[in-house]
């Protein structure tokens, strides 16, 4: 896929550049700067930007704000966010209108290379990616008043994959059960968090995080 | 019964004496005040020819004329039973101005006590007349009673000098030294906040520190063993490993940098020229310690003195393309200095994040701290803190 690249860092960005080339990627364009960020999407038009969110001019958010124009603009573009804290804000602000084609992952998390590509590729896929971390936090900061205590373990690890943008099939790999039985904890959730079954998969997580995150 | 009796007899004799024994010795010290005016004045005189001697000469009067001051404030409070006021923080003028005020009370003083003296004369002529029986005992009393009323009039008049004494010493030298302790307060108030300010920026330095440098370095390490970890190709995985080894080296250094920016814990087991040359060896302009301190100075002036070296180190090696820095370190009476120069292009910021930092820092410890930078150079910060 075509990749535009921002990170102040010239060391990050030089060894992500380097790792997307070693997995075939094209990386279109790779800057330090907000501005340059927007310039470069314009010019080039890439599938995937990838972006930190503190660079200059400000050195504080540059990069969110940057993100939020990009999925305002150009709607077929996805967005991959890299964090330095988990910012509940920034996760409910990237996901405030769709979740499809975007994600917000902590920077620590490009050195698990694996996950780091796993994310790229679900943003790419127009799916949603969102940090473990950030989900534990969004999880862990309601969970004292909302229908949420009334999951079972069970249930809260079904939805921690789920709202990280897992598949049902993904689900049920990674905790070794069938996919019938993801389905139906997935029902179970949805009827003790009051969601409608009639949204689509990506606006379900929408609605289940935009829920958490209130 | 009789006991009580005594105990007040005791303090009335007390309240006369002490006041009156403090105006008899307040005529004795004024008079070696005018003495010791007009001697210093002659001196001042005499020297005028030698500017240098003669500005000598002053500060030597001013440091003696605030001893008999001070001496002066524990005679007054001795003798109106008070503990001793604080030394005084009075200006030199001050203190001559109240030296040659004193000649007032001390005049009148000799007067009441001239007084009472000559009325102790007469109470013994007349007692002497009265047992040698040239003096009627009618006539006796009306002197007693007269007499009497003269030494209660004497005895009003001297704790009215002994007034005019405390009253002079309160408005010249005690009122001064009231305004001094609330300016000293503001002064702590504003360099309290200071340092708070000056503590959270550095933090934040610190913060910047860690995520810009450390962590970064870390996950590009990460990310190069990752791509290692996932070639196919083993001659490309083992030089990415090789290139991660080099990275982890670099991350070391990254570290042991940050940590002593963070705090110079080598202070605790060796001296401050030591510390500091270490700090020069790893600098990339090179520096020139010269030490000259006798007696090793406290913590926690080491440890300001330590931040501004590396400060400036690290502020000419980013911006002042300088081929040399000089630090100076001396000590001067009760005062530590260092001046750290350099032959860069000057022009530095003193409004700067890091200069205000050590600025307040130093200024925390009742030092001054300047920074000298014309555009084209060069630039010296001088810090000089005082060493007890």
């Known amino acids: ?214 | 019964m009789a006991e009580r009796a005594a105990h007040g007899r005791r303090t009335w004799l007390a309240a006369v004496a002490r006041p009156t024994a403090g105006v008899v010795l307040g005529v004795l010290t004024g008079l070696a005040e005018v003495l010791f005016l007009l001697l210093a004045g002659l001196a001042v005189i005499a020297l005028s020819p030698a500017p240098a001697a003669r500005r000598r000469t002053g500060a030597t009067t001013v440091r003696y004329a605030r001893r008999i001051a001070d001496w002066e404030q524990h005679r007054l409070a001795v003798s109106a039973s008070q503990p001793s006021p604080p030394p005084i923080q009075a200006s030199g003028p001050r203190v001559l101005g109240y030296l040659a005020a004193r000649l007032l009370p001390a005049t009148l003083g000799l007067l009441t006590a001239g007084l009472l003296v000559v009325g102790a004369v007469l109470a013994a002529i007349v007692v002497r007349a009265f047992v040698a029986g040239t003096m009627t005992a009618a006539d006796f009393l009306l002197q007693g009673l007269i007499g009497a009323a003269l030494l209660l009039v004497n005895l009003q008049a001297i704790a009215s000098v002994a007034t005019l004494d405390r009253w002079l010493a309160r408005g010249l030298l005690e009122s001064h030294t009231r305004a001094a302790l609330q300016q000293r307060i503001s002064e702590l108030t504003v360099s309290r906040a200071r340092v708070l300010t000056a503590v959270d920026a550095e933090r934040q330095r610190i913060e910047r520190d860690l995520h810009d440098g450390l962590q970064q370095h870390l996950v590009a390490l990460g990310m190069l063993l990752g791509r290692a970890r996932r070639s196919r190709d083993p001659d490309k995985a083992s030089a990415l490993v090789v290139q991660a080894h080099e990275d982890v080296q670099r991350a070391i250094d990254e570290l042991r940098d940050v940590a002593w920016r963070v705090y110079p814990s080598a202070l605790d087991h060796t001296t401050l020229d030591e510390v500091l040359t270490m700090v020069a060896q790893r600098s990339a302009t090179p520096v020139k310690i010269s030490y000259d301190v006798p007696v090793r100075p406290a913590r926690p002036v080491e440890t300001v003195l330590y931040f501004v070296a590396c400060e400036a180190i690290t502020n000419t090696t980013k911006h002042a393309r300088a081929t040399l820095i000089t630090i100076e370190i001396e000590k001067r009476d009760a005062r530590i200095e260092m001046r750290v120069r350099d032959d860069g292009t000057g022009g530095a910021d003193p409004h700067g994040s890091g200069l205000q930092g050590l600025a307040r820092r130093v200024t925390a410890l009742d030092g001054q701290f300047d920074l000298h930078s014309p555009p084209g150079g060069p630039t010296t910060i001088r810090a000089v803190l005082p060493c007890a």
């Open chain 1, 1 to 214: 896929m075509r990749i535009v690249l921002a990170e102040d860092s010239t060391l990050l960005r030089e060894g992500l550049a380097r790792l997307l080339a070693d997995e075939g990627h094209q990386v279109v364009a790779a800057v330090a700067d907000a501005d340059q960020l927007v310039t470069a999407v314009e010019q080039h038009r890439p599938d995937v930007v990838v972006t930190d969110v503190r660079m200059p001019p400000t050195n504080t958010d540059d990069g969110l704000r940057v993100a939020l124009e990009i999925r305002r603009r150009w709607p077929d573009i996805a967005v991959l966010v890299l964090s330095q804290y988990v910012e509940k804000r920034y996760a409910a602000k990237l996901l405030a209108d769709r979740s499809e084609g975007v994600g917000y992952v902590l920077k620590d998390r490009v050195a698990q290379v694996e996950d780091f590509l796993d994310a790229l590729d679900r943003v790419a896929a127009g799916s949603t990616a969102l940090d473990p971390e950030v989900v534990r936090q969004l999880i862990s900061a309601t969970s004292h008043t909302d229908p949420l205590n009334r999951l079972t373990p069970r249930e809260r690890d079904v939805l921690h994959h789920m709202a990280q943008g897992h598949t049902n099939a993904a689900i049920a790999e990674r905790l070794h059960v069938s996919q019938s039985a993801v389905e139906k904890h997935v029902n179970a959730i949805f009827d003790k968090l009051d969601l409608t079954h009639a949204t689509g998969y990506s606006r379900r997580i929408l609605a289940i995080l935009q829920y958490l995150g209130s």
